[in-house]
């Protein structure tokens, strides 16, 4: 972004930036706007409710969302977020910052959050008979109350779909994964403004959970992404949904605002890999017990000489949940953190 110095914010050139007057960088230089944004997500909340059955992990691996599973909460720094929507531009998609631009990539999709980039666009029809596709597909049919539209609640998901009973046949358990990547979507990848409801037009593609990891899944959460960081950077919106750990990792792993410090000297040293994490521990939730690297939960063992799934290989988004420390960037300074991207060099960026 293109500006005639470091206190006068009028663009040098506003020929392509036309929406100026509306964004949220201009409410905030006139003083008009100083909230921090609150990021929607439940992502805690729904680990917290629902822990995964050991029995249902193969078929979330087999659909490729195990790895967001894995890499489950991360605090939000919300004035982070807000600063990255302050710089963040609807007319070029990209974050504009002194060096020029940014943006998050599908590259950056695919290796911090593990998920496909290619393949079948993620699409389909809104118009479905909601009783018929849950009674198809979940075993359930969804009361009016556990209902918004097209959206459910995944709190009501939780109750009916987190405890498959201990002689369940293989039908029930394909159910139960399929509630469970559900809620995990709109908990996580495609959260709404509250965070509490995700909508039905995701579960016709869970039909077979064999064929659900060839979509892109990576190319709709950015898609997603980027529509919600405009509609954020527009107004004077108070949140922004959507996969707002992707943007907060983006920016951990490119910049040095408000980036995390791993006990060592340089600004960009490198955290640990993320195979350092040997177990299902998710947000402080901790397996009961490991036979054979699966976890066992609910009384449910896995039998003498069963084949075991192999752990896949974990994104890189990972690798941030370990205990980490603030030494280098104070947290929760907006005005630090605005201050750190005006005055920014290039060996501060990770191109």
């Excluded at 029809?125 to 018929?132: G, K, R, S, W």
Aim: glycine residues 8%; negative net charge; contains cysteine.
């Amino acid at each position: 972004m293109a500006f005639r110095g470091l206190h006068d914010t009028d663009l040098l050139d506003p020929s392509v930036l036309l929406l100026q007057d509306r964004h949220r960088s201009h409410f905030v230089d006139t003083e008009q706007l100083q909230d921090v944004l609150r990021p929607r997500q439940q992502m805690r909340a729904f680990l917290s409710m629902w822990r995964m059955d050991p029995r249902i992990r193969p078929y979330v691996i087999h659909a490729g969302f195990y790895g967001i599973y894995r890499l489950g909460h991360i605090i939000i720094d919300w004035p982070l977020i807000t600063c990255l929507v302050e710089r963040w531009r609807p007319e070029t998609h990209t974050f504009h910052v002194p060096l020029g631009e940014m943006t998050i990539m599908l590259q950056d999709v695919a290796i911090i959050l593990g998920l496909r980039i290619d393949g079948p666009a993620v699409t389909g029809t809104c118009m479905v008979d909601v009783a018929e596709l849950c009674g198809e597909l979940l075993g359930v049919t969804p009361p009016a109350d556990a209902l918004i539209g097209l959206t459910i609640s995944i709190r009501w998901l939780c109750q009916q779909l987190s405890t498959p009973g201990p002689d369940v046949d293989e039908v029930a358990l394909e159910r139960s994964a399929r509630g469970f990547i559900l809620a995990l979507m709109g908990s996580f990848l495609f959260s709404d403004k509250k965070g509490v409801h995700v909508h039905l037009c995701f579960l016709p593609l869970l039909r077979d959970l064999t064929q659900t990891s060839t979509y892109s899944w990576g190319g709709a959460v950015l898609a997603h992404t980027y529509r919600e960081l405009c509609c954020a950077s527009l107004g004077r919106r108070c949140g922004i949904s959507g996969c707002i750990t992707l943007i907060q990792l983006w920016s951990w792993e490119r910049l040095h605002v408000g980036r995390l410090d791993f006990g060592r000297s340089v600004p960009f040293a490198a955290p640990p890999l993320p195979h350092a994490l040997h177990d299902d521990d998710v947000d402080g939730v901790v397996a009961e017990g490991m036979v054979d690297g699966l976890p066992v939960q609910h009384g449910v063992q896995p039998e003498a000489g069963a084949e075991v799934e192999p752990e896949p290989v974990l994104p890189l988004g990972c690798r941030w949940r370990v205990p980490l420390t603030r030494v280098l960037n104070p947290s929760g300074v907006l005005l630090l953190y605005r201050d750190q991207l005006d005055a920014q060099t290039s060996d501060q960026v990770l191109w």
